[in-house]
């Protein structure tokens, strides 16, 4: 019988092997591949692979090489919320990007379940994709769970986001107390458990 795919959505993922970049992340892609195939889409980073630990990739571009200072850097919602304007645009394009990719990625390789990694960017363009092709969706929520406190506007769009997906996964009980005023099917798993 053939292993179901789940595709990954992230803004971030280990470029190579002891990367210091969401390295959790990597060993839980990595942990799952004896029961799933795995395609991680991220954007594009000068060490890309097609497949590493069994894990195959799938990239978005969204500007030239050079201009791409969103991801791998840290300080992604620091960066779109500051007061340079090119970071907005680069924003718009890159939710874009991610999105076209994102759907013909699910559309060609007939992946059976979208799991997002962050509610924002991931969840925003994992909803989207998973009402245009009825593919279910999952939400991770990470650290991004203060925004839904701290922006109006993001905690309306969780509260969208998290109504249809099929379950969210907070990944500690702290997160999860963010994420319940918006939620009521959140669940806490501690991924350290078993990755680390």
């Known amino acids: 019988m053939a292993k179901p795919t789940i595709l990954f959505l992230t803004h971030i993922y280990p470029r190579y092997d002891k990367d210091f970049i969401a390295p959790f992340l990597g060993t839980l892609a990595e942990n799952l591949t004896e029961e799933y195939n795995i395609i991680v889409l991220c954007p594009r980073h000068p060490q890309a692979v097609k497949e590493r630990n069994g894990v195959q990739f799938e990239y978005f571009k969204y500007s030239f090489g050079?201009?791409?200072k969103l991801s791998y850097s840290g300080n992604l919602f620091a960066k779109v919320r500051g007061l340079q304007i090119h970071y907005q645009f680069l924003a718009v394009?890159?939710?874009?990007?991610?999105f076209i990719k994102g759907y013909f990625v699910a559309r060609r390789?007939?992946?059976d379940i979208i799991h997002s990694h962050w509610f924002v960017p991931a969840g925003i363009i994992g909803d989207l994709i998973s009402r245009l092709t009825g593919i279910p969706h999952i939400v991770t929520v990470y650290s991004d769970s203060f925004l839904i406190r701290t922006n109006a506007l993001l905690r309306k769009l969780a509260?969208?986001?998290f109504s249809r997906a099929k379950v969210v996964i907070a990944i500690s009980n702290g997160v999860k107390e963010y994420v319940e005023p918006v939620c009521s099917n959140v669940k806490v798993v501690y991924p350290c458990s078993r990755v680390f």
């Open 109 to 111: 390789r007939k992946v």
């Open 93 to 98: 394009c890159f939710l874009a990007s991610f």
């Open 66 to 68: 050079r201009w791409e």
């Open 159 to 161: 509260k969208i986001i």
